[in-house]
């Protein structure tokens, strides 16, 4: 059953997909395991969900032969302990590692939150407004950032340009996506082609997606150039004392 409307007592779980193998930043570890400031990505996204309020639970779904070592890792960096975490084996596909993650989760939770692990800087206040935004009423919400780039739709057999969408209506997204829990289970359990973000899924369903303001430090970690740019918005969060 959908939530209902402006129920302010719904428990909320983060589901961290952190599996994958993060080849487009090039050889060396996985890329939730990189450090920036000395802390490995995932780190920083679990405590980016720990520290919200609204989040009483975090699943991170961990490379399948890596469920010891990201335990570990997180024993290692001293995570709240009034809030619960538990760790599960993801599988082949993000969807896959996001459904597996939901099948964890125990009775009680009614909010469901999915963050990327590779965005590990999204400010607290940002994962507060989407939790609130599911809470009051919305059955998938999504932060999003308007473009700075004109996006071109081309034919991937010619490379030719065959439509220019009118920029004003587009939105980057990010995460984390904010979903009532049977919306979630329920998209997963009926959509099996391939889609980039679990939002896009309950857009199958036929369910509205809402968007509210994204925010341009939730960008997600892909290419080396993100790695400088982290470790810049990490630096100047530290100089000004803000974490
Ligand atoms: O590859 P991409 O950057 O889109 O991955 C987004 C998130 O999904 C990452 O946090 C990654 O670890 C996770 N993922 C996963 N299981 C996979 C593939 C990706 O949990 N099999």
């Known amino acids: 059953m959908p939530t209902s409307a402006k129920d302010t007592n719904l428990s909320t779980a983060a589901v961290i997909p952190a599996a994958g193998r993060g080849v487009r930043l090039g050889p060396g570890a996985p890329k939730a395991l990189r450090t920036l400031g000395g802390i490995p990505i995932l780190v920083h996204a679990v405590r980016a969900m720990t520290h919200a309020r609204a989040v009483s639970l975090v699943v991170v779904v961990a490379p399948p032969d890596g469920v010891a070592e990201v335990s570990a890792l997180l024993d290692s960096h001293g995570l709240p302990e009034a809030k619960d975490i538990k760790i599960v084996a993801g599988g082949e596909t993000r969807q896959e590692s996001v459904r597996l993650g939901l099948a964890a989760l125990p009775d009680g939770i009614d909010v469901v939150l999915v963050h990327d692990a590779a965005r590990p800087l999204v400010p607290v206040e940002m994962v507060e407004a989407v939790a609130a935004a599911v809470r009051d009423g919305a059955p998938a919400v999504v932060p999003g950032l308007p473009l700075a780039d004109t996006v071109k739709e081309i034919d991937p057999a010619t490379d030719a340009v065959v439509g220019t969408p009118e920029r004003a209506l587009l939105r980057a997204v990010q995460t984390p996506q904010g979903f009532d829990r049977a919306t979630l289970v329920k998209a997963h359990a009926t959509i ?8 896009g899924m ?14 341009e430090e939730a960008f997600k970690v892909t290419r080396p150039l993100d790695l400088v740019l982290a470790e810049a918005v990490l630096a100047r969060r530290r100089a000004a004392d803000v974490f």
């Open 202 to 215: 309950v857009e199958q369903l036929g369910i509205q997606v809402l968007v509210v303001p994204g925010h």
């Open 192 to 199: 099996t082609s391939d889609v980039t973000d679990d939002a």
